[in-house]
């Protein structure tokens, strides 16, 4: 079984549409990230959250939210999708005090049309 | 200037063949370095993490030079199992990751 799910895998939307993308962990992991990948860009850090209710911006925040209403679950939402939102996202956990390794989720294929 | 750059490659490597490759970063304070492994259209994985002395995980030695500001990765006997894309990876002050785009390689028969 995995130990950091994404639903969905794969979606398709449109311009303006408001996406929610989740993700689950069965690690036990307390903090818990969002990143999006892009062709050469490498993995970009959206917002990263270490323990329920605690919420922090990453370096490319702006056009997304984020929820941690439970240690095991973090979600990302793009309130009016755009086109350039299309990307690769990744969910990542790691535990508190091994600042080494985030052990990510399998991705979730976003398509803005 | 991206803080954290590679090749991007592909890297075209005959199997039992060396490949190495180096990943340079910008932030002189960064404190810790690794190399993640990614299969197409999968996600990331740690590889191995970068020690100041030089570390070898079987075929695999990462070396960092910190006075140049740049971490090496060094496959032997390249497998074909090995084909995949690396992700230079590097942490500064707290807990987050700065990752680098990737450098593809390829291993052929």
């Known amino acids: 079984d995995a130990d950091v799910t994404q639903t969905p895998r794969n979606r398709i939307t449109k311009t303006g549409k408001r996406i929610m993308l989740e993700c689950s962990q069965t690690k036990g992991h307390d903090r818990m990230y969002w990143y999006r990948q892009d062709p050469g860009l490498g993995l970009r850090l959206i917002y990263y959250s270490f323990d329920v209710k605690d919420i922090n911006k990453g370096e490319i925040s702006d056009g997304y939210s984020v929820s941690r209403q439970a240690q095991a679950k973090f979600s990302l939402s793009l309130e009016s999708a755009i086109p350039n939102q299309t990307a690769l996202y990744f969910c990542a956990t790691s535990e508190k005090g091994n600042y080494n390794e985030q052990f990510f989720g399998p991705g979730t294929r976003l398509t803005v049309l | 200037r991206k803080e954290v750059e590679q090749d991007p490659g592909p890297f075209n490597v005959p199997e039992g063949a060396t490949v190495a490759f180096n990943c340079t970063y910008s932030?002189?304070?960064?404190?810790?370095f690794f190399w993640y492994r990614q299969d197409c259209r999968k996600e990331p994985k740690l590889l191995m993490s970068v020690y100041s002395s030089g570390n070898e995980d079987g075929r695999f030695t990462a070396q960092l030079n910190r006075a140049s500001q740049y971490i090496s990765l060094l496959i032997r006997d390249s497998k074909l199992s090995d084909s995949a894309t690396y992700l230079c990876?590097?942490?500064?002050?707290?807990?987050?990751?700065?990752f680098g785009g990737g450098t593809r390689v390829l291993v052929k028969p």
């Open positions: 932030n002189s304070a960064s404190q810790s």
């Open positions: 990876v590097v942490r500064a002050a707290g807990n987050k990751l700065t």
